[in-house]
């Protein structure tokens, strides 16, 4: 069975720092897809950002990167010039490829922009 | 247009008591899917249904029981209520389309509260 660790319970930044969420993950698949979500007290899941494991190079969007080490199963989120809107919740997750397509989270990390 | 709907957001029941949650999706897709939220934040899936065909059933109660009328809808009954039901339960659907990534959207979740 997948698990999905996130080690950071919470976490707090000054806006516009750069903050990294870690994450890791224990599979024996080869192929499969990883996720950052983000749940804002609205509690609305949103996807920040996908990766797929086949994929050497790690997947950007806007403000949002991350670090995918599959050897070391090891997915962290960078999130670059934080924003007080980036407070939220964010969950790591994580996908096979094959079979029944459910997403097995981490525990989540609560990130707080400060003003 | 809301994409997956839930209804209610907010439910408030006596232990014992026997509710319904429903979810609606209005993006074609064919697998709709019931995650649980805890009080800690933590989240697991609990069903799938394909083409109104169930394919996922996690360790649940069987006080919990799926059913879904047709593809574009996946109703939760929850029978005998107990304390510890109390989370949100958050309704996702995707595509499923084998060897590719398909992106689940979930709803807005439905608060259960059980006093």
């Known amino acids: 069975a997948q698990t999905v660790t996130q080690s950071q319970p919470e976490m707090s930044v000054q806006e516009a720092e750069t903050v990294t969420l870690s994450c890791t993950y224990d599979?024996?698949?080869?192929?499969?897809?990883l996720f950052w979500y983000k749940q804002p007290p609205s509690r609305q899941m949103i996807l920040v950002i996908r990766q797929e494991a086949y994929k050497q190079q790690n997947a950007t969007e806007n403000r949002f990167s991350v670090n995918f080490q599959k050897a070391a199963k090891s997915f962290s989120l960078k999130i670059s010039d934080s924003q007080l809107g980036d407070t939220a919740m964010y969950f790591c997750?994580?996908?096979?490829?094959?079979?029944?397509?459910?997403?097995?989270f981490g525990q989540g990390t609560r990130l707080t922009i400060n003003p | 247009d809301t994409a997956v709907s839930q209804t209610p957001k907010y439910l408030v029941t006596q232990m014992g008591n026997d509710k319904s949650i429903k979810c609606e999706q209005n993006l074609g897709h064919d697998t709709m899917y019931w995650y649980k939220q805890d009080s800690k934040k933590f989240l697991k899936i609990m069903f799938s249904y394909n083409n109104k065909e169930l394919i996922i059933n996690e360790t649940v109660p069987n006080r919990f029981s799926p059913k879904s009328p047709d593809k574009a809808h996946l109703n939760l009954h929850i029978n005998s209520l107990e304390l510890g039901d109390s989370a949100v339960y958050f309704c996702?659907?995707?595509?499923?389309?084998?060897?590719?990534?398909?992106?689940?959207?979930f709803g807005p979740g439905t608060r259960l509260t059980v006093l």
């Open positions: 599979t024996s698949e080869s192929n499969y897809y």
């Open positions: 996702a659907s995707s595509s499923r389309t084998a060897g590719s990534y398909n992106e689940q959207f």
């Open positions: 997750a994580f996908m096979k490829d094959q079979g029944a397509q459910k997403l097995v």
